[in-house]
């Protein structure tokens, strides 16, 4: 397999799908000339043209609508809304009409419908570009939420999801768009289902369980833990709704110990929400209690050094892990 | 006055009887409608037409089977005279099973593919934005349809309205804007909201014509839709009719209209009701007669009241519906064993 970047995974499961589907448009801000603030779409017009892949004006809540409208009226449109703060302009659509329209209306309209966005901090954004924010959504009935974290299966879910007849939110971390890993050859197709999660490394002391970029973070540490005879096993959630309980709790029953490592903040939020589930569901298999690794309950601070301590680090996650797994454990 | 046939829209007198029948029925509907509200057969919100009857039929008129319609949460009659079952939209309001969206969106969510009815929205101007993208579909994929959207004096103030403009006037996008200008957005009069006296200026700003029509004069309201009709058909974009009407009733079932005088709502339904001022151009231009009314009336009276037999004897809708149709492939928060 080749190597290439988050980035041209993205663009390239865009491109296969509008060569495969003529219903399938895009359209946002600055996605044309400008190739889309994260470069993602560029290239895409000059294929398309300007009717399948489409510059919106700077207004949030009628491009997020009119995407729903298209969609009900038969197309497959994916509408990029920049970043998730941005979408907050445009949360009545998606959570008034786009996640309830099939259930309010009796079964009969489907929406289906992608809207990506990018989350997440760590490049000096400030307080309102720099939120993760998928449980706001990830709380909404009728709504699919997913956030990959490698190239493979960001071009293989986007696949899915554009695929899919529900309404999904394709979030994207802005610190992933230039990782780079193993992706088939373009044209070689493939798919990622958008409702399980993955184990990216096996381990049997305990489980870490983290997303989007936090699960390279929770890698890292894991490589470390192992120095130390600690074996962790990294579960990749993948999505946080529909979140894939089965894989989680086979793997609690094997490890008996559970970090969850998130970027988000810790008050009700997808951290809280999974060690509920665990403790309701795999209570009996828990040998410690779960440990949450988070962002900081702080609005994100702009200077460097403040913005570090604010986006938990590889050494929360090990310290979190030290921190439930006995020694004895690790000797035998 | 003699009134020629040329000024009634070039109708005939079948057709004209017919719309005459329509904003009977919308009346007679909705009055049923309150009185079974009064009832306790229909609860939560339920929002009248009642004074409105005339805009909806007017301009429903001029649509074409495929054409859709969306709406806000006033939309009992929008779905009536697209085409919609009277026994459907009563089930709907009583939440049974048989009502047209299954008893689960009630008097604000009307819908049906069939007949193009794609919904009362509940969020103040929230179905303009959706009507775009309806009409941007139908301009992608090449079909002659239009997306009519219909809305209050309300809406106009939020941001939706003026994005939507915008959008649909810079892809020239077949969309009828419909402002039902009742005059009170709630309680609010239109006059303590707008910093303008009419929707010229504001159509001015994104680029779009713009009519204001008189909205208790089905033949007008039907003449000024059917031009709106012809120039977003013929691919030249957008139009935005400010249709001035009245409600008769309140805002919602609960709403005791503190905010207008009697006298204001009695006027207007003495002297401006659409459906005595139709029934006088008919009579004046010999194309109906009492009698016809009269039939006319029976057969709306009785179509609601077999509506509202139709919904008291449907089944509510089974335990097991609260949890289908959420999604398409019937997923939930959580993927498999636990919730299945």
Redesign the interface.
């Given at each position: 397999m080749r190597t290439i970047t988050f980035r041209d995974a993205l663009r390239e499961a865009i491109r296969e799908e509008m060569r495969r589907d003529e219903r399938v448009?895009i359209m946002g801000e600055d996605i044309v000339g400008y190739g889309g603030t994260y470069a993602v779409t560029k290239g895409l017009a000059e294929e398309f043209g300007e009717?399948r892949v489409r510059d919106?004006?700077l207004?949030e809540?009628?491009?997020?609508?009119?995407?729903?409208?298209?969609?009900?009226?038969?197309?497959r449109?994916i509408v990029e809304i920049m970043t998730i703060n941005f979408s907050l302009l445009a949360s009545?659509?998606i959570i008034?009409?786009a996640a309830k329209?099939?259930?309010?209306?009796?079964?009969?309209?489907?929406v289906?419908i992608v809207f990506r966005m990018t989350v997440g901090g760590g490049a000096q954004r400030g307080s309102q570009h720099s939120q993760m924010l998928e449980s706001l959504y990830a709380h909404i009935?009728?709504l699919?939420v997913v956030l990959p974290a490698t190239p493979y299966d960001a071009k293989g879910m986007l696949k899915s999801a554009i695929r899919?007849?529900?309404p999904v939110l394709f979030l994207e971390h802005e610190l992933l768009y230039n990782v780079k890993g193993e992706v088939p050859e373009e044209g070689d197709e493939y798919t990622v289902p958008l409702?399980?999660g993955e184990i990216k490394r096996e381990g049997k002391h305990i489980t870490i369980i983290s997303f989007s970029r936090m699960l390279h973070v929770s890698l890292q540490a894991a490589e470390d833990l192992a120095k130390e005879g600690i074996e962790a096993e990294v579960l990749d959630l993948r999505?946080v709704?529909?979140?894939?309980?089965?894989l989680i709790l086979d793997s609690v029953k094997k490890t008996n110990r559970v970090v969850i490592a998130e970027e988000g903040w810790k008050y009700y939020g997808t951290g809280q929400g999974l060690a509920a589930?665990i403790y309701e569901?795999g209570f009996d298999y828990l040998d410690a209690p779960i440990q949450h690794v988070h962002g900081a309950d702080v609005p994100m601070p702009y200077s460097k050094p403040l913005e570090r301590l604010a986006i938990p680090r590889k050494d929360d996650v090990i310290k979190a892990a030290q921190g439930i797994v006995p020694t004895a454990l690790v000797r035998s | 006055m003699a009134i020629s046939n040329a000024m009634l829209g070039g109708l005939t007198r079948a057709q004209l009887l017919e719309m005459h029948y329509t904003m009977t029925l919308l009346r007679r509907f909705e009055e049923k409608s309150a009185e079974e509200y009064t009832r306790g057969k229909i609860g939560g919100f339920m929002h009248l037409y009642i004074g409105q009857e005339a805009v909806g039929v007017g301009c429903l008129a001029v649509l074409r089977k495929e054409d859709?319609v969306l709406s806000s949460y006033r939309e009992h009659g929008h779905a009536l005279a697209k085409g919609m079952a009277p026994n459907e939209v009563m089930a709907e309001l009583f939440g049974k099973i048989t009502?047209?969206?299954?008893?689960?969106?009630g008097s604000m969510?009307m819908?049906?593919?069939e007949i193009g009815m794609?919904?009362g929205?509940?969020?103040v101007a929230?179905q303009?934005?959706?009507?775009?993208?309806?009409?941007?579909?139908?301009q992608?994929?090449g079909r002659d349809e239009v997306?009519m959207c219909f809305f209050g004096d309300g809406a106009v103030d939020e941001?939706?309205f003026h994005?939507?403009l915008?959008?649909a006037a810079?892809w020239k996008l077949p969309v009828i804007f419909v402002c039902e200008n009742n005059q009170y957005s709630m309680g609010m009069a239109v006059e303590k909201a707008w910093a303008v006296d009419s929707l010229l200026p504001r159509a001015a700003a994104h680029n779009i014509p713009c009519e204001q029509v008189d909205g208790m004069d089905v033949i007008k309201v039907y003449e000024a839709a059917k031009r709106a009709a012809e120039h977003t058909r013929s691919g030249k974009g957008p139009v935005l009719l400010e249709i001035k009407t009245y409600r008769f009733r309140g805002h919602s079932m609960t709403d005791p209209t503190y905010y207008r005088t009697k006298e204001e709502a009695e006027e207007w339904r003495n002297t401006r009701d659409p459906i005595g001022i139709f029934e006088k151009y008919l009579l004046d231009a010999e194309m109906g007669a009492q009698a016809d009314f009269d039939a006319n009336d029976a057969k709306a009276i009785a179509i609601a009241d077999e509506a509202a037999e139709f919904a008291e004897n449907s089944a509510f809708p089974e335990p097991e519906e609260l949890f289908?149709?959420?999604?398409?492939?019937n997923?939930?928060?959580?993927?498999?064993?636990?919730e299945r």
């Open positions: 448009f009717k919106t004006p207004a809540e009628v491009f997020t609508g009119a995407g729903i409208g298209a969609a009900l009226n038969g197309l449109p009545d659509q008034n009409n329209m099939r259930y309010m209306f009796g079964g009969q309209p489907s289906p009935p009728g699919k899919d007849p529900n409702d399980r999505s709704r529909p979140i894939d309980i089965d589930l569901h | 859709k009502g047209c969206s299954k008893g689960k969106g969510h819908w049906s593919n794609l919904g929205n509940g969020i929230a303009l934005p959706i009507a775009v993208g309806v009409a941007l579909a139908a992608y994929q997306a941001g939706a994005e939507s915008n959008l810079l289908a149709d959420i999604m398409v492939d997923s939930t928060a959580l993927s498999y064993r636990y």
